[in-house]
């Protein structure tokens, strides 16, 4: 069975910029895939950040963006800040109607 | 505004079964594919489930795969989640979630807990 994966852990300074890998343990991620990104802090519900590669949710600020790199989705922060300090999670369409998570990247801003 | 509201959580026995709810408000929920997903205590996020707008069609994780029922009743703007056979593994709290654009989970509820145990 095909594996999302993620980075386990990032850090990153403040005001930097990190990018966010979402990849598959065989093959390569495309649009077809319509990776999704989502932000989660402990206790509290995910948010949705990006859907559909590199669409922005509604009031997510545009320090947000979603792409294609290479053969992975990648979400990037740029100017990151301290309540950016969250888990990221990102989710891909594998057909047949089903979704995958990947594991979850814990981003520290320090 | 979309609001989702989950309820019907608890605890539950091994073996045993629990129907969740998600009200939903804000949006004509007969427009939209919902999915459930869940969060095992300090884990990930795991798809569980997705139902199409008319609740014709559905699809589940193997892991629920034959005890995990979704549905939905668009006259009442609620969706359900019906697990049976309860195991251990399948405590966790349990998200439903609005699909956007292409069809991901988008507009998030704030979770269920469900509590496997003896």
């Known amino acids: 069975q095909t594996v999302v994966t993620q980075e386990p852990s990032f850090s990153v300074s403040p005001g930097g910029t990190v990018t966010l890998t979402c990849g598959l343990s065989s093959g390569s991620v495309s649009t077809s895939y319509y990776p999704s990104w989502y932000q989660q802090t402990p206790g509290q519900a995910p948010r949705t950040l990006i859907y559909?590669?590199?669409t922005r949710s509604s009031g997510v600020p545009d320090r947000f963006s979603g792409s294609i790199l290479g053969n992975k989705a990648a979400l990037t922060i740029t100017g990151a800040q301290a309540d950016d300090d969250s888990d990221y999670y990102c989710v891909l369409y594998m057909g047949s109607g089903s979704w995958v998570f990947g594991g979850g990247t814990k981003l520290t801003v320090l | 505004e979309v609001q989702l509201v989950e309820s019907g959580g608890g605890l539950v026995q091994p073996g045993g079964s629990l129907r969740l709810s998600c009200a939903a408000s804000g949006f004509t929920l007969r427009n939209y594919w919902m999915h459930w997903v869940r969060q095992a205590p300090g884990k990930g996020l795991v798809w569980v489930s997705r139902?199409?707008?008319?609740?014709?069609?559905?699809n589940y994780a193997d892991s629920v795969k034959g005890r995990f029922t979704i549905s939905r009743d668009n006259a009442k703007n609620t969706l359900y989640l019906q697990m049976n056979s309860l195991r251990a593994d399948d405590t966790a709290v349990y998200y439903c979630?609005?699909?956007?654009?292409?069809?991901?989970?988008?507009?998030w509820g704030q979770g269920a807990l469900v509590t496997v145990s003896s």
């Open positions: 979630a609005r699909a956007g654009g292409a069809a991901a989970p988008v507009y």
């Open positions: 559909n590669t590199n």
């Open positions: 139902i199409n707008t008319d609740g014709s069609s559905s």
